[in-house]
């Protein structure tokens, strides 16, 4: 969002403090709070690792603000008199409405929630507005975008966006999953998932690692072969990621298992040479920086002879990196995806 200082600017009049700004890249929000300050100012966001860029980056623009990291927006007490949405053009759609909804519920009687849309012909936040709050306020179009604000009045039940999806694990068991806006694969089994899923020989004891575990559903559905003397540890820098994974993980009765939150894939249940088995479907911007810290990470956490298993659609990348590292490297062809073997 290159010009959000300047969209913010043409409704500033429309902010009053306690102000809560939900979401956003760490840029757009530390510029929002540079307009912003020094108002009282609390900065939501989801994932460790993003909030940990946007604390460096305020840190360096010389604002001192609240970053709040939780499951749901809802999490945050009901005494803000502004939120406001930083919403890039090709940002999760739903996610956006889960946040419209659940802003309500942090405002106070008589609040309001502002959506800054870098869209300049945005359709699509009014209608939004209206059907939660009633009314909706708009700029005409600009070159910044658009800008769309509600007031809070009244009461509304909170209302959970959830798609429920089924899938059956290599030992055959049928498992129901929950998916909710802004994890990985939201209302479906992804693809690159049960590709990889499908090639994973684990054994009765081992204890496995879904790295960057999403809704869960890879070591969900590998828990069984692991049974009974084995354990899944899920892990995931994203709080809603891990408060889903855990509801998961406790609907398909999972027992032996751990669920953690970290950035940096460390800490306690997550020593080095720990692991037998470690599964991995990372994304892949930001010039696959994510893949490589999977790739070094993993490598940290098996066991000598474990198995790293990471799947791509973008193998020529991807496998140099692993064969630096690890002693034998296959890759396996399934469902239009490579997975990559790695045995430490």
């Known amino acids: ?58 840190a360096e623009t010389g604002c001192s603000v609240e970053v709040s990291v939780s499951a749901d927006l809802w999490d945050l ?35 309001r929630f502002l959506t800054l849309s870098e869209y300049e012909r945005d359709t699509e936040f009014a209608p939004w507005h209206k059907k939660i709050y009633g009314r909706c306020g708009e700029t005409p179009p600009s070159p910044e975008g658009r800008a769309f604000w509600s007031d809070k009045h009244g009461q509304r039940a909170r209302r959970r966006h959830s798609i429920r999806f089924h899938a059956r694990s ?8 929950e998916s909710w806006p802004g994890t990985f694969s939201y209302g479906r089994m992804d693809s690159g998932s049960r590709a990889m899923i499908e ?20 070591g969900c559905l590998l828990a069984p072969l692991v049974a009974p003397s084995g354990e899944v540890v899920f892990v995931d820098s994203h709080a809603r990621a ?26 306690p249940g997550l020593e080095a040479a720990s692991f037998d088995r470690i599964l991995a ?7 696959s920086e994510v893949a490589r810290f999977f ?6 956490l098996l066991k000598p002879g474990g198995h790293f298993y990471l799947v791509t659609k973008m193998p020529v990348q991807t496998i140099p990196e692993v064969v630096d590292l690890f002693s034998q490297v296959e890759s396996v062809e399934n469902r239009g995806y490579t997975v990559v073997v790695a045995r430490r």
């Not at 090639?199 to 890879?218: F, K, S, Y």
């Not at 027992?255 to 800490?267: K, N």
């Not at 790739?295 to 940290?300: P, V």
């Open 1 to 58: 969002m290159k010009k959000v200082r300047e969209l913010l600017a043409r409704v500033i009049d429309k902010v009053r403090p306690p102000i809560v700004i939900v979401l956003g890249s760490p840029w757009p929000v530390t510029q929002l709070v540079g307009l912003l300050s020094p108002a009282e100012i609390v900065c939501y966001q989801m994932d460790l690792f993003v909030a940990e860029r946007l604390r460096e980056k305020l």
């Open 77 to 111: 007490p009901a005494r803000f008199e502004t939120a406001i949405l930083p919403a890039a053009a090709h940002s999760d759609r739903a996610l956006k409405i889960d946040m419209l909804e659940q802003g309500f519920h942090v405002l106070v009687e008589g609040g």
């Open 170 to 177: 290599p030992a055959g068991m049928s498992m129901t999953f």
């Open 199 to 218: 090639i994973v020989a684990a054994q009765p004891g081992e204890r496995l690692l879904d790295m960057g575990c999403g809704n869960g559903t890879v």
């Open 242 to 267: 891990v408060a889903l994974t855990e509801v998961n993980a406790r609907a398909n009765k999972l027992t032996d298992y751990r669920v953690l939150a970290s950035a940096e894939l460390s800490g």
């Open 281 to 287: 479907n990372p994304p892949y911007y930001a010039n």
């Open 295 to 300: 790739i070094h990470r993993a490598y940290e």
